[in-house]
């Protein structure tokens, strides 16, 4: 973006946030102005390109009472839970296709020592009277709907769901331009002057708003009031080739979202077109973040993402695998 502009409100950053917060302002304010500065294209952070899994903040339930107490807590997870009908309702009335199937999901865990994490969080949401979706499964059980023979147990949850990431943020982003949200892509923000009208600069431009929603995800952390409360880490994921057969072979996982209970957890899924999508938890850091090419580009470490898809799925015998960058 370039040149002089005054809005109602400009936003930062063209993820999910930044457009579904578009998109949410226009309608509280059919007649305001409302400019989005993305500094890649709508969705080419982390909306764009993450595992696609559609789950409600259930098993953030103890991190989320401790900051915000039981009573907000539970009124937020009822959101989320409603957020994603309202994704899905969201993409039929602007027929966006983002490839949304809701079959469940599992949480599992491939060693004795991340066995039965879950239950005090699923045994909390139950005595709350948010558990209704939750179905304890044998070890047994677990091996058969996921086809690998590496876990040891699990729990299935019947709300989970996967969408296309990409097609959804390009489909929000579409509706918001429909709706006369000016976005400006290439456009990276690279100052907020404060004041009681703040104004957001860029490359040889700037905006004037007396509101500003910063949604940057990950890079708000570049701002001095969060550089202490953000820390960037990465998390890999690869593709492999089309192979709806052999995925066919897998138990039940072309239905379902599965994830592990490792602190930097591992999460997989089937993609529309018959790959496995394969994602691997906990890689690089980002020292204040500082968000370099180790976040963006082909993963650096694309043998140990391969080898953990290997150990747990060895019968796919996979020689080859495309990285997703
Ligand atoms: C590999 C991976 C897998 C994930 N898997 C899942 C999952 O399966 N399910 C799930 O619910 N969540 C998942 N997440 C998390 C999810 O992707 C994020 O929570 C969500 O996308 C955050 O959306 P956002 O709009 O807040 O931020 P982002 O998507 O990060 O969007 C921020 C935008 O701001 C832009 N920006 C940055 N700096 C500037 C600037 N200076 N000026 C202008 N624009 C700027 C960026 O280019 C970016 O487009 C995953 C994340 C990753 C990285």
Redesign the pocket.
Known sequence: MRGDYSADVVI?????????AALRVRELEPASRIIL???????????????????PWRVKYFAMKAIMGSEETIRAIRLSVRALDEIIDFCSEHEIDAQITRGGGLWVSSSHATENTWAPTVEALRSVGLGENYRDVSAEEVVELTGSSRYVGGVFDAERG?AQ?ALL?RGLRRVALENGVEIFEN????RLERGSTPIVH?EGGRVRSSRVIL??????G?LHELRNAIAVV????IATERMPERLADLGDIDRL?I?DSRMMVN?Y?TTADGRLAW?FGGGSLDFGAR?GEN?HSISPRPAAVAASLEYHYPQLGLLKVRLSP
Do not use: H
């Open positions: 930062v950053g063209g993820g999910y946030t930044g457009l579904w500065l993305e500094a890649d294209i709508c969705g080419g952070g982390p909306s764009g390109r993450n595992g696609g899994f559609m789950d996967k990431p943020a456009s990276p923000v690279t860029t949604a940057a995800g990950a890079w708000l570049q990465g998390s890999d994921m979202v994830s999460y899924r994602g968000i976040m």
